[in-house]
């Protein structure tokens, strides 16, 4: 059985927008992404002393149990290089659960609905990009009367273009499977190498090269191993 869930994203360290990418790739080795939200740029909310956050939302389908997502979540954050912080501190990445099949769920480890979104424009804003009439369990408010109530000052949706957007990256390779294998087995630092390679082309033709030309590489070696 498949079950619809929303996860909130941000990163305000290193190039921002390749680490977002960078998990969702991961991520669709147990996850289906069936779309994202805008970018947006928005300020450090609890400790201050940091740069500002990219942050997005994405809608996926996935046959994971609540707790085998999050230790999905987990190691993949660990992977790409979270290391231990301060509470709200900066971070390479950083992924929350927020909604599951629109029910609620609480665990020791876990909740869900995320106990806290409904109190950061950050999370809300891009989650209302893709359901805005979504109800939040248990108050019965939608994201978008949520965000409405919230001080939205400092959250700015970023203007990149559609084929530069992560969501559009993660359709190439959920569209050709058989280069995950190639990119899951290379180190972090190799994977946003290859990613920041193809995000520095500055014209979409370029970009669009680069792109097929990594998936093509990338499936070539899943198809010797």
């Given at each position: 059985m498949s079950h619809l869930v929303y996860l909130a994203l941000g990163a305000n360290l290193?190039?921002?927008l390749v680490n977002l990418t960078q998990a969702?790739?991961?991520?669709?080795?147990?996850?289906k992404v069936l779309g994202c939200s805008d970018v947006y740029e928005t300020p450090p909310w609890g400790y201050l002393d940091q740069p500002k956050f990219l942050n997005m939302a994405a809608e996926v389908s996935t046959?994971?149990?609540?707790?085998?997502?999050?230790e999905k979540i987990k190691f993949l954050e660990e992977k790409i290089g979270r290391e231990s912080s301060v509470r709200f501190g900066p971070r390479l990445i950083d992924i929350d659960i927020l909604l599951f099949d629109g029910g609620i769920y609480e665990a020791e480890r876990l909740q869900i609905p995320h106990p806290r979104m409904t109190?950061?424009?950050?999370?809300?804003?891009?989650?209302?990009?893709?359901?805005?009439?979504?109800?939040?369990?248990?108050?019965?408010?939608?994201v978008?009367?949520?965000?409405?109530?919230?001080?939205?000052r400092g959250i700015e949706r970023l203007e990149i273009r559609e084929d530069?957007?992560?969501?559009?990256?993660v359709m190439a390779f959920q569209l050709h499977p058989e280069a995950l294998p190639g990119f899951i087995r290379m180190p972090p630092s190799h994977q946003r190498e290859?990613?920041?390679?193809?995000?520095?082309?500055?014209?979409?033709?370029?970009?669009?090269k680069r792109l097929d030309g990594m998936i093509a590489r990338?499936?070539?070696?899943?198809?010797?191993?």
């Open positions: 290193g190039d921002r969702l790739i991961l991520l669709t080795s147990d996850v046959k994971l149990s609540p707790l085998a997502l999050l109190e950061r424009a950050f999370v809300l804003a891009p989650l209302a990009d893709l359901a805005p009439d979504r109800i939040i369990p248990p108050g019965g408010q939608t978008r009367q949520d965000l409405g109530r919230l001080d939205q530069r957007k992560p969501f559009a990256v290859h990613l920041i390679h193809v995000f520095d082309a500055k014209r979409a033709e370029t970009f669009q990338l499936s070539e070696k899943g198809e010797t191993m």
